[in-house]
């Protein structure tokens, strides 16, 4: 490939991989805003629009490891364009469904869709940009998440309010549309491997959906305890068929050996339990508690992800001064304060509202940075693609695990009709009640966290990369 030919390959990865990123963290924030608008379409309590956002995060969790061994057999360019169409194609099939059951099942289609993109997004940018212009090219990648995430409240809640919530799909179906067009102007890439584990595969899959699903539903039916146990085991028959793969999808020793790499993805995927929610339970509260319009609420909620990316743009700056292990355990310690502060939200709280936001959302911008250094720094340079792959594992499963406690708890608590006023105050426990929950969790990620960075501390010198 000649360079002029390379340059435009290069700009088109770069611009299909902003647009996915931008719009799949948009379209998933966007929702919070957009729950009791959907709610009153469908006829549904607005605390059942988390089957929503469950059903996307759920598959796509569950789909995540199976998409990874897709793209290792097909290539990875085919795969991401196979992923930019059909993420396309279910993102304008979503404001279709005819029932509320029809919406999470296009939901769950779309997960699946999005999790192609997911995991070779960044697998081509590693294999097709080299390597002295990758840091501006991941910029520009994690710049979109993190633009997509910031604008989502605000645009959110005006699109909701003025066009309605099918037009956040609509405009991502779009988006994504572009980024399969993109994608055909980029060379094809080798398969790695010749044969499909189909059959482990599927396993994964179904273990992972099957455990997360249950989760959900475990105070809706007595058959969920079961689903729960079938889940788990199914996903432990996977753990057992991948150690004994000749060529593992997910290869276990070299996690497991690792206890900086292995501690410090748990601390990520506690990170996501503790604050995922945090959006939603705000959208609840601001729009039904405190009855706020949805444009009012989305200008109120650009407070955290702001925040996050000035936090984000001043972590290499503070790296330099503390080191990564330290910057990580000030910014999970951040998180753990702010989560506390929301257990004590009341209708009249509006200002605690914005500054618990403002310490949740620097604790999130300083600490994702170099939580992500010391996880791909603690591995060798043959197993980057593992740890890329793993971060978005634990990234998507804590977020799937955090719905699924915020509906599994709201459910239990909250027993009133929507709308009526014992309704409110059961909404407004059920929320106080979660926040605890992500308190302690954070307080383990803390804790976690403490024991990594001074292990580390005493072994090696404090990082400044």
Same mark, same amino acid.
Request: proline share 5%; glycine share 8%.
């Given at each position: 490939?000649?360079?002029?030919?390379?340059?435009?390959?290069?700009?088109?990865?770069?611009?299909?991989?902003?647009?996915?990123?931008?719009?799949?963290?948009?379209?998933?924030?966007?929702?919070?805003?957009?729950?009791?608008?959907?709610?009153?379409?469908?006829?549904?309590?607005?605390?059942?629009?988390?089957?929503?956002?469950?059903?996307?995060?759920?598959?796509?969790?569950?789909?995540?490891?199976?998409?990874?061994?897709?793209?290792?057999?097909?290539?990875?360019?085919?795969?991401?364009?196979?992923?930019?169409?059909?993420?396309?194609?279910?993102?304008?099939?979503?404001?279709?469904?005819?029932?509320?059951?029809?919406?999470?099942?296009?939901?769950?289609?779309?997960?699946?869709?999005?999790?192609?993109?997911?995991?070779?997004?960044?697998?081509?940018?590693?294999?097709?940009?080299?390597?002295?212009?990758?840091?501006?090219?991941?910029?520009?990648?994690?710049?979109?998440?993190?633009?997509?995430?910031?604008?989502?409240?605000?645009?959110?809640?005006?699109?909701?309010?003025?066009?309605?919530?099918?037009?956040?799909?609509?405009?991502?179906?779009?988006?994504?549309?572009?980024?399969?067009?993109?994608?055909?102007?980029?060379?094809?890439?080798?398969?790695?491997?010749?044969?499909?584990?189909?059959?482990?595969?599927?396993?994964?899959?179904?273990?992972?959906?099957?455990?997360?699903?249950?989760?959900?539903?475990?105070?809706?039916?007595?058959?969920?305890?079961?689903? %729960?146990? =079938?889940?788990?085991?199914? &996903?432990?028959?996977?753990?057992?068929?991948? !150690?004994? $793969?000749?060529? +593992? *999808? #997910?290869?276990?020793?070299?996690?497991?050996?690792?206890?900086?790499?292995?501690?410090?993805?748990?601390?990520?995927?506690?990170?996501?339990?503790?604050?995922?929610?945090?959006?939603?339970?705000?959208?609840?509260?601001?729009?039904?508690?405190?009855?706020?319009?949805?444009? %009012?609420? =989305?200008?109120?909620?650009? &407070?955290?992800?702001?925040?996050?990316?000035? !936090?984000? $743009?001043?972590? +290499? *700056? #503070?790296?330099?001064?503390?080191?990564?292990?330290?910057?990580?355990?000030?910014?999970?310690?951040?998180?753990?304060?702010?989560?506390?502060?929301?257990?004590?939200?009341?209708?009249?709280?509006?200002?605690?509202?914005?500054?618990?936001?403002?310490?949740?959302?620097?604790?999130?911008?300083?600490?994702?940075?170099?939580?992500?250094?010391?996880?791909?720094?603690?591995?060798?340079?043959?197993?980057?693609? #593992?740890?890329?792959?793993?971060?978005?594992?634990?990234?998507?499963?804590?977020?799937?695990?955090?719905?699924?406690?915020?509906?599994?708890?709201?459910?239990?608590?909250?027993?009133?009709?929507?709308?009526?006023?014992?309704?409110?105050?059961?909404?407004?426990?059920?929320?106080?009640?979660?926040?605890?929950?992500?308190?302690?969790?954070?307080?383990?990620?803390?804790?976690?966290?403490?024991?990594?960075?001074?292990?580390?501390?005493?072994?090696?010198?404090?990082?400044?990369?």
């Amino acid at each position: 490939m000649n360079r002029q030919v390379h340059d435009k390959a290069v700009t088109a990865l770069l611009l299909s991989v902003g647009i996915s990123s931008f719009l799949s963290s948009f379209m998933g924030n966007a929702l919070n805003i957009a729950v009791p608008f959907i709610a009153a379409d469908y006829a549904v309590a607005p605390e059942t629009i988390t089957w929503v956002i469950n059903g996307f995060l759920i598959t796509s969790a569950a789909f995540l490891l199976p998409a990874t061994a897709l793209a290792n057999y097909l290539g990875f360019t085919v795969t991401y364009r196979l992923g930019a169409l059909c993420a396309a194609l279910t993102s304008f099939s979503v404001p279709l469904a005819p029932t509320f059951l029809t919406l999470v099942l296009f939901r769950a289609l779309q997960g699946m869709a999005f999790a192609l993109p997911f995991c070779t997004g960044m697998a081509l940018v590693f294999a097709l940009i080299p390597r002295e212009r990758r840091a501006v090219a991941l910029a520009i990648c994690i710049s979109s998440v993190y633009a997509g995430i910031t604008v989502a409240p605000l645009i959110s809640g005006l699109i909701t309010e003025h066009l309605g919530w099918e037009a956040i799909f609509a405009l991502g179906g779009t988006g994504q549309a572009l980024g399969w067009l993109l994608a055909l102007r980029l060379p094809r890439l080798p398969a790695h491997v010749t044969s499909l584990p189909a059959v482990r595969m599927g396993v994964c899959f179904a273990g992972i959906a099957l455990t997360l699903l249950s989760l959900s539903a475990l105070n809706e039916s007595a058959l969920a305890y079961g689903g %729960l146990f =079938g889940g788990l085991a199914l &996903t432990a028959l996977y753990l057992i068929m991948e !150690g004994r $793969a000749h060529i +593992p *999808v #997910l290869p276990l020793s070299p996690v497991l050996s690792n206890q900086p790499f292995s501690l410090s993805l748990f601390v990520a995927f506690l990170n996501f339990v503790a604050t995922f929610a945090i959006g939603m339970l705000l959208s609840l509260h601001l729009q039904l508690i405190c009855h706020l319009s949805a444009s %009012l609420t =989305g200008l109120i909620m650009m &407070t955290q992800p702001v925040v996050m990316l000035i !936090g984000s $743009a001043l972590s +290499p *700056v #503070l790296t330099r001064l503390l080191g990564v292990h330290r910057l990580t355990l000030l910014g999970i310690g951040m998180m753990t304060s702010g989560c506390a502060g929301f257990i004590f939200l009341t209708p009249d709280s509006l200002w605690l509202v914005i500054v618990m936001q403002i310490i949740v959302g620097l604790g999130n911008g300083i600490f994702s940075p170099p939580n992500a250094n010391i996880i791909m720094s603690a591995v060798d340079k043959s197993l980057y693609a #593992l740890a890329s792959s793993l971060q978005s594992l634990v990234r998507t499963t804590g977020m799937a695990l955090s719905m699924a406690l915020v509906t599994l708890l709201l459910n239990a608590v909250i027993t009133a009709k929507a709308g009526s006023a014992l309704y409110l105050e059961e909404l407004s426990s059920g929320i106080g009640y979660i926040f605890i929950i992500s308190t302690s969790v954070c307080a383990l990620a803390t804790l976690t966290n403490l024991y990594v960075s001074a292990t580390q501390l005493k072994t090696t010198p404090v990082t400044k990369e």
